[in-house]
Structure formats: structure tokens, C-alpha cells
């Protein structure tokens, strides 16, 4: 099986810090059909091998839904991809299953809360203690967390207050071609566009998590 999306998206990184362009890490999702395959870590491995990435570059996504359907498969898969030094996140948290004891069985190392819980941040209680829920179960399991789909400051200023380390969406980016990120890349170098401030958390940019945003291929 060709992981077509996923080899691009290696490769494309490779170029950009070849170039000189040091985006940190490019994120892909992968999908059930994906994941199914009894050999999908040694294809991940190749891939890193063939395009030359190293492997704490890439993050892998997963939906929770994927991650349970295939349980067995999960338990075996996670841990050989992350011992390549690949991260693991846990993409659309909040909106598959209910029971929460998976993630201290999976290696995660990051948790993307959903963005339907974002949309109703700043209007409806529950998806805001939703967002405040995740964020500090987070912190207690030492993962990092990231806000999908912040479109407004009203949003950011939330996540902020609340400790989450990172953000994407409209308001730090739409969806860009490679040419299109590597002109915007240079152009906020040096601007920080998030700042997590927290009792919790060192203040950190998003200018990496807006490449893992806007490199990660489609389909």
C-alpha cells in the first residue's frame, strides 16, 4: 500500500529545511484504511528513510474512533512508531469515545481538541468547560494540547487564559499551497502568533504549529 499523502508530505518537509526554512514538524492524518495495514509502521519507517525527515519531525493523527476500532492493531502499531521517535496525536478529542482509560495505555503525546467544542467556546458553558477539561486532563498526563479551528480572538484569548500550548485555524491561516507557506513562514519568523500564558506552561510561538497546519496534504 502507497502512502501517498503522507511520502509528499515528508518530502516536502525535507525541502523546506534543506532550504533553510527550519519548520519544526509537519503533521499527517492517517485514515482507518491506512492504519488497517498489518505493516503500517514499517511503511511509516520507510518513508522516513526514502525522503530523508527525521523521524521527531513527523506527528501522526489519529482519531480516537480509528484508534478504537482497531485495538489490537493500535496496541502494537503505536508503540513501534513511536519508538522510530515519530510523535502520536489524538486528532478531534472530545468526540469519540467515552471512556478516557486508552490514553495512558497509547503512547500520545498530543491531544487536538475538537473543533465543535471551539466554535461554541465563547457562547455555551459546556463546550467551554469542555475545552478547560481537556486542557488541565492534559496537563495531568503531561501531553501537549492543541485548539483545531480558532477563527476569532475572542476564541484565542479563551485558549489563552486557559493554558492550551498551541492553535490553528483561519485566524492564524488558511490552507496554503507550499510556495504560498514558505512566503508566509519568512514573513512571521519572528512574530509570535500565539502565546500560551499559564501558571502551567512556558510561553511558547505557533509558527511551527502553523507548518504543521499548513503543510499537511489533503485526502
Known sequence: ??????????????????????VNNVAVNVSALQFSVGNFAQLVERTLEKT???PAC???ELTETVLMQHIENSMKTLPAIRAYGVSLAIDDFGT????????????????????????????DAGSA???SSIIRMARSLSLKVVAEGVENESQLSYLRANGCDLAQGYLLSRPLAAKDFSR???TNLNRPLFV?????????????????LSSQPTG
Open 96 to 123: 469519540g469515545y467515552s471512556s478516557l482509560g486508552y490514553l495512558k495505555q497509547f503512547p500520545i503525546d498530543t491531544l487536538k481538541i475538537d473543533k465543535s467544542f471551539i466554535d461554541e467556546v465563547e457562547t
Open 129 to 131: 468547560e469542555i475545552c
Open 1 to 22: 500500500m502507497r502512502l501517498v499523502p503522507l511520502t509528499e508530505a515528508c518530502r516536502q518537509l525535507s525541502l523546506w529545511r534543506s532550504a533553510g526554512n527550519h
Open 58 to 60: 513527523l506527528e501522526l
Open 184 to 186: 508566509l513562514f519568512r
Open 196 to 212: 500560551a500564558e499559564s501558571d502551567h506552561s512556558e510561553p511558547r510561538t505557533t509558527v511551527p504549529e502553523a507548518a504543521r
Open 52 to 54: 530523508g525527515l527525521p
